[in-house]
């Protein structure tokens, strides 16, 4: 695994994963572009995600709603009044902080005084940032007085009062700008699900349990990105709505966790590396009656958040309902007189209209990507001292399947034979499959090691005739990436040979 986020970063831009957003008018804050291979293994992993929990379930639809939502929907689902992070000012550099980083990116001894000043446990640092969130004055004021440094600057800060700070990115929504023509670019993909759940349940007669599951972008205006693609304004996210019974909630719960649990493990990314943090309550979301943070064990960063796997109860689909008070709602949700939807589905016993709980597993495709990246990242040396880096990818997320290399660039018999070879394989739909002449066999050799081709095919004279060993005519060498093996294979045996290692 990678020991360091940077030498992932450098990897990720040497070989065309991912690139700073906008970079020629000198890049914008929090927005990445990815790149010729990085879009490739975003896709596989999205596929296999795709793969492991709509086509290999029964009890699974799925669905891609817009991106931006009635400002209603956003009203309703509690994230007009909520979704907001505590923020500070340096009013010495006027730079803008989040509370929970500024103080964590602290040396012990400054956050040991903060916690001292406002009373709390300096070895519960939520507790530590729920303090300077609950007194606002005496917050400012604990940051002057423990010497809390500006990162920017690495100055001592002059600091204001904690305050909310919204991270919905609004819009306008049509030609004319006024009160009521602004809409949220969504900050999560769930509220699509649940918006949806009357059309899904009415279009497809699903009985409860069943699941919707979502792949999209969303938004969220970051008030500190950082580390890479590990916080960005806007990102990708997999996310299932789990409708259950009440009552069968806490099971269902459990299986998501051991589902999604067991499919990290089968993108290369083991349950060693996963911390299960099982969030005590006073740090739990407000629709939250309990809920599952996967932590991953990132290079530089240590264990951060990967995925979320929530037992939300009824409180979504209750607050995007009308009628809610006829409903026996569970959890507290505020009033709704705008939806004139009715979220409800017969109890499968006896036929009662029910609002059903709900478990989110919901991942993220960036802090996907880089985990997965990391995990693949591997520096060996080879018997002859050299030492090489290699990205030991699961054959289903390499971003290019077979490369196809001629032993000589211009001799034509060797590479008519290799452009078929090439087109064969293309024909079977692995991915990208790529004819490989530039440079010499060493070099293509170490690129592929890079970017984590599993197979390199490389046809020489042997193969066309023109060398020492006549039983070699009409087979190619392939190479493999993990092992380094050579295997002489026949060309009319190749694409056999390699769709079955692929899988
Ligand atoms: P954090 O505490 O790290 O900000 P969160 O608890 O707000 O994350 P959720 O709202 O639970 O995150 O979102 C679900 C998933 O979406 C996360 O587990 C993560 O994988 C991904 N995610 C959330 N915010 C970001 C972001 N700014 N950049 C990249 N991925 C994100």
Same mark, same amino acid.
């Given at each position: 695994?990678?020991?360091?986020?940077?030498?992932?970063?450098?990897?990720?831009?040497?070989?065309?994963?991912?690139?700073?957003?906008?970079?020629?008018?000198?890049?914008? *804050?929090?927005?990445?572009?990815?790149?010729?291979?990085?879009?490739?293994?975003?896709?596989?992993?999205?596929?296999?995600?795709?793969?492991?929990?709509?086509?290999?379930?029964?009890?699974?639809?799925?669905?891609?709603?817009?991106?931006?939502?009635?400002?209603?929907?956003?009203?309703?689902?509690?994230?007009?009044?909520?979704?907001?992070?505590?923020?500070?000012?340096?009013?010495?550099?006027?730079?803008?902080?989040?509370?929970?980083?500024? /103080?964590?990116?602290?040396?012990?001894?400054?956050?040991?005084?903060?916690?001292?000043?406002?009373?709390?446990?300096?070895?519960?640092?939520?507790?530590?940032?729920?303090?300077?969130?609950?007194?606002?004055?005496?917050?400012?004021?604990?940051?002057?007085?423990?010497?809390?440094?500006?990162?920017?600057?690495?100055?001592?800060?002059?600091?204001?009062?904690?305050?909310?700070?919204?991270?919905?990115?609004?819009?306008?929504?049509?030609?004319?700008?006024?009160?009521?023509?602004?809409?949220?670019?969504?900050?999560?993909?769930?509220?699509?699900?649940?918006?949806?759940?009357?059309?899904?349940?009415?279009?497809?007669?699903?009985?409860?349990?069943?699941?919707?599951? *979502?792949?999209?972008?969303?938004?969220?205006?970051?008030?500190?990105?950082?580390?890479?693609?590990?916080? /960005?304004?806007?990102?990708?996210?997999?996310?299932?709505?789990?409708?259950?019974?009440?009552?069968?909630?806490?099971?269902?719960?459990?299986?998501?966790?051991?589902?999604?649990?067991?499919?990290?493990?089968? *993108?290369?990314?083991?349950?060693?590396?996963?911390?299960?943090?099982?969030?005590?309550?006073?740090?739990?979301?407000?629709?939250?009656?309990?809920?599952?943070?996967?932590?991953?064990?990132?290079?530089?960063?240590?264990?951060?958040?990967?995925?979320?796997?929530?037992?939300?109860?009824?409180?979504?689909?209750?607050?995007?309902?009308?009628?809610?008070?006829?409903?026996?709602?569970?959890?507290?949700?505020?009033?709704?007189?705008?939806?004139?939807?009715?979220?409800?589905?017969?109890?499968?016993?006896?036929?009662?209209?029910?609002?059903?709980?709900?478990?989110?597993?919901?991942?993220?495709?960036?802090?996907?990507?880089?985990?997965?990246?990391?995990?693949?990242?591997?520096?060996?040396?080879?018997?002859?001292?050299?030492?090489?880096?290699?990205?030991?990818?699961?054959?289903?997320?390499?971003?290019?399947?077979?490369?196809?290399?001629?032993?000589?660039?211009?001799?034509?018999?060797?590479?008519?034979?290799?452009?078929?070879?090439?087109?064969?394989?293309?024909?079977?739909?692995?991915?990208?499959?790529?004819?490989?002449?530039?440079?010499?066999?060493?070099?293509?050799?170490?690129?592929?090691?890079?970017?984590?081709?599993?197979?390199?095919?490389?046809?020489?004279?042997?193969?066309?005739?023109?060398?020492?060993?006549?039983?070699?005519?009409?087979?190619?060498?392939?190479?493999?990436?993990?092992?380094?093996?050579?295997?002489?294979?026949?060309?009319?045996?190749?694409?056999?040979?390699?769709?079955?290692?692929?899988?």
């Amino acid at each position: 695994p990678a020991t360091s986020m940077e030498e992932l970063v450098s990897l990720c831009k040497r070989r065309g994963f991912i690139f700073q957003g906008s970079e020629i008018y000198g890049g914008l *804050q929090g927005f990445y572009d990815y790149g010729p291979l990085g879009v490739e293994l975003k896709n596989n992993i999205k596929a296999a995600w795709w793969r492991s929990n709509v086509y290999e379930r029964d009890d699974m639809e799925g669905l891609d709603a817009s991106i931006i939502m009635h400002r209603m929907v956003l009203r309703h689902s509690g994230h007009e009044a909520t979704f907001s992070d505590p923020m500070v000012d340096n009013k010495k550099n006027n730079k803008r902080y989040r509370l929970d980083h500024l /103080v964590k990116d602290q040396k012990a001894d400054v956050q040991a005084r903060v916690a001292e000043l406002m009373g709390a446990d300096p070895a519960n640092f939520p507790a530590v940032v729920a303090a300077l969130n609950a007194s606002p004055a005496q917050a400012s004021q604990a940051l002057r007085d423990a010497g809390v440094r500006d990162p920017f600057s690495g100055e001592i800060g002059e600091w204001t009062e904690p305050k909310p700070f919204n991270m919905m990115f609004k819009t306008t929504i049509g030609p004319v700008a006024d009160d009521d023509s602004y809409g949220y670019l969504r900050p999560e993909t769930a509220q699509g699900i649940f918006t949806n759940f009357k059309n899904v349940v009415d279009s497809t007669s699903r009985r409860l349990p069943f699941g919707i599951a *979502q792949i999209g972008k969303a938004f969220r205006n970051e008030i500190t990105p950082r580390n890479f693609i590990f916080r /960005v304004r806007e990102l990708e996210q997999m996310e299932i709505e789990f409708f259950c019974v009440p009552g069968t909630d806490e099971q269902w719960h459990e299986h998501w966790l051991e589902k999604r649990l067991k499919w990290w493990e089968d *993108q290369g990314v083991p349950r060693s590396k996963i911390e299960i943090l099982d969030v005590p309550g006073e740090d739990l979301a407000h629709y939250s009656k309990r809920t599952y943070d996967l932590m991953y064990d990132y290079p530089t960063l240590g264990h951060e958040e990967i995925e979320g796997i929530a037992n939300r109860s009824d409180y979504d689909l209750g607050s995007h309902t009308k009628a809610q008070s006829e409903l026996g709602l569970v959890a507290k949700v505020e009033e709704n007189s705008d939806s004139i939807a009715k979220l409800t589905i017969p109890h499968p016993d006896t036929n009662k209209p029910v609002v059903p709980f709900v478990i989110e597993p919901s991942a993220g495709v960036d802090r996907a990507m880089l985990a997965v990246l990391s995990e693949a990242f591997t520096k060996e040396t080879l018997e002859n001292g050299s030492e090489r880096i290699v990205l030991k990818l699961k054959p289903h997320l390499a971003p290019i399947k077979v490369a196809v290399i001629p032993l000589a660039r211009n001799k034509e018999e060797i590479t008519s034979v290799a452009k078929a070879i090439k087109a064969e394989l293309q024909g079977l739909g692995l991915g990208r499959v790529l004819y490989e002449d530039s440079g010499n066999i060493g070099k293509a050799y170490r690129r592929h090691d890079e970017v984590g081709t599993p197979f390199c095919v490389t046809v020489d004279f042997d193969t066309v005739g023109k060398g020492e060993d006549p039983a070699l005519v009409d087979t190619v060498t392939v190479r493999d990436r993990d092992t380094l093996k050579q295997d002489r294979v026949k060309i009319s045996d190749l694409a056999g040979w390699i769709q079955t290692r692929l899988r």
